[in-house]
């Protein structure tokens, strides 16, 4: 589970990113878009549990918490939108 929580590939793309540009404001930009990101992504390991344990099968299983997670980015990018916040 250690290994699978680091964020290499977002590690990864700010590495390139600033390789690309030199822009430091880019790279603080997308880290704190990463940092808002965090928590719908979330939903998908709060929920998967939740519906194994339930009995769902896990293909639905994943699905559903696909599909929650999904609705819980639009609800964050809706609400950081409203609010002003740049996403």
Do not use: E, H, Q, R
Request: charged share 5%; proline share 3%.
């Amino acid at each position: 589970g250690l290994i699978a929580s680091i964020p290499l590939v977002s590690v990864l793309s700010m590495i390139w990113l600033y390789v690309d540009t030199n822009d430091i404001n880019k790279v603080k930009a997308m880290a704190n878009g990463i940092l808002w990101m965090i928590v719908p992504s979330m939903s998908l390991f709060i929920v998967l549990p939740i519906l194994i344990n339930c009995g769902i099968k896990f293909y639905l299983s994943i699905t559903i918490s696909i599909l929650t997670t999904m609705v819980c980015y639009l609800l964050t990018i809706s609400v950081m939108n409203y609010f002003g916040f740049k996403v």
